[in-house]
């Protein structure tokens, strides 16, 4: 008879094949092998809400309504994009849907009704780039913001950022751990706690590897990690960080805002479990940290510019940075805002991520896809 662990491992095996399919489906490579007959429910993948009424007195609002494509999750995005309408008297439409955001615009191509996208990670939003459908964001909306979270032609911006690091047990040897890299180490072997490989936290991390390594030394890399692992890939990064309190493992892979939410369930979480701003694959921590960054990007085809632009500057709006810190632990992408007391850092020092890997890593998706299939990443 399965655990209650194993059924909820193998629920989220099946939500994330489904996911996969959706990711595997918005990419180029798997795109090209779709069949042309092929229909698509939208409702399905998301839903469509009217985040507030048309109120007057506005300029902006008296055009038209304002269509936002999130797939951010509605209890955080809900909330801003509710107090942004307040301000305004804008009407919004907001379609929250999974990873399929970027597969329906395209699908749409230039009669989508969407006039800004804010995405969970900044691969969506270099896609839509990189297939043209993205406009200029005019400089001074972003002028306040490290160059590495503004696209190079200015086509999108980041909006907070979470950093995918290690938790390890306290004065252990692997706090001798400095880079992502050495997860594939002989020595740790049965030793590590990750979710399950296909999920987007850890396709990004892969993805972010491959960057930097050939083919050859990717696929090297995910045998060996696979055989350091604990138990089946399963569960979330709350469950592994849990594991390493517990002592069930040394290491455990996961985003770094659980580590500060689950803070607040476990009070003495740091006195056995100790979070690492391991680098991709340099040899200092805190350089050159992977990160998966929200995005935000107005549509080109989009009616409604200039209150797509008045989103971008309110989400980079130091209440907006300072309320997806506070909600979620997530790091702003502002430098003048004031980190709070939850987020992982170099005791209270910031880190810089690696912006390379940013950009660059969604390319490398369908190749991690392979490799964890044919490696059987997933199994026991």
């Known amino acids: ?81 509710d107090k942004f309408s307040k301000q305004t008297h804008a009407r919004l439409r907001v379609y929250y ?5 970027v597969e329906r615009i395209k699908q749409e191509g230039s009669n989508t009704p969407a006039d800004i996208v804010i995405t969970q990670n900044i691969a969506m939003v270099q896609q839509l780039k990189d297939a043209g459908y993205t406009d200029t964001i005019p400089e001074p909306l972003t002028k306040s913001l490290p160059v590495y979270f503004v696209d190079a032609e200015h086509q999108w911006a980041g909006v907070s950022y979470r950093a995918r690091i290690i938790v390890v047990a306290k004065n252990s040897k692997a706090m001798s751990i400095v ?132 989103l971008v500057k309110f989400l980079l709006s130091k209440e907006s940075q300072e309320y997806f810190m506070t909600k979620n632990n997530e790091y702003p992408v502002k430098s003048d805002v004031a980190w709070g007391k939850n987020l992982v850092s170099l005791n209270g020092k910031k880190f810089t991520s690696d912006t390379r890997a940013m950009v660059e890593s969604y390319k490398h998706y369908p190749f991690i896809i392979k490799t964890l299939l044919s490696t059987d990443f997933n199994s026991n």
Not at 97 to 101: A, F, N, P
């Open 97 to 101: 849907g999974g990873d399929s955001l």
């Open 1 to 81: 008879m399965k655990t209650s662990r194993q059924a909820n491992n193998d629920k989220r095996t099946m939500r994330g094949v489904a996911q996969l399919a959706t990711i595997m489906a918005s990419l180029p490579f798997f795109a090209a092998m779709a069949t042309a007959h092929e229909g698509h429910d939208h409702t399905a993948s998301g839903s469509e809400t009217p985040a507030a009424t048309k109120g007057a007195g506005d300029n902006l609002a008296d055009k038209k309504e304002l269509v936002v494509y999130t797939n951010r999750k509605e209890d955080l995005i809900r909330p801003l994009l």
């Open 179 to 310: 880079n992502m890299k050495q997860l594939a180490d002989d020595q740790w072997r049965g030793q590590i706690c990750i979710r399950d490989g296909f999920h987007p936290y850890n396709l990004g991390l892969f993805s972010s590897l491959r960057v930097y390594l050939s083919d050859k030394e990717t696929k090297d890399y995910l045998k060996k990690l696979k055989g350091n692992l604990m138990q089946k890939p399963g569960g979330n990064d709350r469950d592994e960080i849990k594991l390493v309190y517990g002592g069930q493992c040394q290491i455990a892979v996961v985003n770094s805002y659980y580590y500060g939410l689950l803070k607040k369930e476990i009070p003495d979480l740091e006195s056995k479990a100790t979070p690492r701003l391991v680098s991709l694959v340099g040899d200092k921590l805190g350089e050159g940290v992977a990160a998966n960054i929200s995005g935000v990007a107005v549509i080109k085809s989009g009616k409604n510019k200039p209150m797509a632009q008045s």
